[in-house]
C-alpha cells in the first residue's frame, strides 16, 4: 500500500518495536488517572462555588 512492500517476519517492522520510555508505565498510567479524576472533581465544585456566589449576588 502507498507504493512500499511490506512484510510480516521483518525484524525491522515498526509496528513490532516497542520501547517502554520513562512515564509511560501502568503505575504513571494510574497515577495520571487519579490526577485527572480529582482535577475533573475541583473543577466541578469551582464552578459550582461560582455560580453560588453569582446566584446569591444577583437575587
Known sequence: M???IRRKNS???PEHRYYL???MGRSNRRQ???IQLWSIIAGI???ALIA???W???R
Open 45 to 47: 465544585l469551582g464552578s
Open 32 to 34: 495520571r488517572q487519579r
Open 11 to 13: 525484524k525491522e517492522d
Open 2 to 4: 502507498f507504493g512500499f
Open 56 to 58: 446569591l449576588l444577583n
Open 21 to 23: 520510555l520513562p512515564g
Open 52 to 54: 453560588a456566589a453569582l
